[in-house]
């Protein structure tokens, strides 16, 4: 009898809690060793933004330094907002409209994520918030190509824009699991930080923006001299160390994939930044810090979308030949005369393109033979540089398309060009009614 009374009350109490400890063990536990390397690369990555306004600060003239710098600045407010409210749910929530963007009802304003830990053992808000920064800096780039010329007002309304109508798109499509671009030929699209949702975009994006608003008033005759190439040197440095979040923190892991990646990384700055030196100082007698600064961004971008694939010798290679390809582009741009003033699709666009492609001659053995075990048994550099070609085109065009209807929107409603007097005024006096360098009225 005192046996049942004990063995009831435990056979009922087992009854209860036995599935809900079945349901709390389908949760994954948080994995704190990655969750704090997440976090860090998510802060690194945001390091990022305030670098490329100092870089792209020190480059214009005196007049437009904090106009510039606003560009990237005001980006984290916009596109953090937007990136809440629907830009997660719209990136990596379920096909939608035949799979051109995505949507996850829980993902708006984040609500369904609240207690949501991920397989790889990190808050899915982490998550968020990491892929969120790449939402940020993607439109801040493109900032580069219209540098000195656009009102601040036309430039918000661009890229709210655009965030919703080609990042987001472009994101769903290459990184979400049902994404078309994700799951083209044995393994996919290779993009494992952003060559084609974030450089090539943006980059193209810049390119179709200055061929439609036109150059700088005094564009190619006047010396339109950077202002401080220190505070740009300084921002290449930021970039240098933010890019480690941006590349290494895309494993979303702590451990050989993050070493990997880490270490290609530095590896293709350092070559890139060694190759510009050299093809300058050949070319014009002399080596330049903007030079040594443009190299290392050069190899940054190439090795962004490869990372996850090759080796420090294809890393190498790859930011040798991104500085080589950019900085002949570059005198290609000066040649054709059109003013892409701080060479977004000159280094982001074309660095984009050249890692997207080249990174298929370098990719690890152990890569290829999952992918050649994926597609049944054969899966050739030829298979994967089609596919590699084919994410690059379709992502330059749509990129192109839309770039060009959301200029026409912007111009048919607040203005995107700033008119002859404002831009020789300047930004800053014009649209912020402020200068970056006290009373100063060089420049």
Known sequence: MFRAKILLPLLVALTFFMPLASIASESPAID????????????????????????????????????????????????????VTFGYAMSFGSNVFGGWFGWNPDYFLLRGIDESILEAGVPEYVFAMFQGKFAIITPAIIAGAFAERVRFKGYCLFIALWGILVYNPLCHWVWAEDGFLFNMGAAGAIDFAGGTVVHISAGVSGLVAVLMIGARKGFPK????????????????????????????????????????????????????????????????????????????????????????????????????????????????????????????????????????????????????????????????????????????????????????????????????????????????????ERGYGNLNIG
Not at 46 to 64: D, E, H, S
Not at 314 to 343: E, P
Not at 345 to 364: K, Q
């Open 32 to 83: 704190t060793g990655t969750t704090a390397w997440m976090l860090t690369s998510t802060a690194l990555v945001l390091l990022m933004i305030p670098g490329l306004a100092m870089f792209y600060g020190g480059l214009v003239r005196t007049k437009n330094i904090m106009g510039t710098m606003m560009h990237s600045f005001v980006a984290m407010g916009i596109m953090t907002v937007l990136w």
């Open 222 to 433: 006047t010396a339109l001299s950077p202002n401080n190439l220190v505070m740009t040197m300084i921002g290449a440095g930021l970039l240098w160390v933010g890019w480690f979040g941006f590349n290494a923190g895309s494993s979303i892991g702590s451990g050989l994939a993050t070493a990997q990646a880490l270490t290609v990384t530095q590896t293709a700055a350092a070559a890139g930044a060694l190759m510009w030196m050299l093809i300058e100082g050949w070319h014009q007698g002399k080596a330049t810090g903007l030079g040594f600064a443009s190299g290392i961004l050069a190899g940054l971008v190439a090795i962004t979308p490869a990372a996850g694939v090759v080796q420090p010798g294809g890393a190498m290679i790859l930011g040798i030949s991104a500085s080589t390809v950019c900085y002949l582009m570059i005198g290609l741009k000066n040649r054709l005369g059109y003013d892409d003033t701080l060479d977004a699709f000159g280094i982001h666009g074309v660095g984009g393109i050249v890692g997207a492609l080249a990174l298929v001659f370098f990719i690890r053995d152990s890569w290829m033979a999952e992918a050649a075990a994926s597609a049944g048994g054969s899966w050739t550099i030829l298979d994967q540089l089609y596919v590699q070609a084919a994410a690059v085109g379709i992502s330059a065009l749509y990129a192109a398309v839309v770039t060009a209807v959301i200029i026409l929107i912007v111009n048919k409603t607040v203005g995107l060009r700033a008119t002859n007097d404002e831009e020789m005024r300047g930004l800053d006096h014009s649209f912020h009614g």
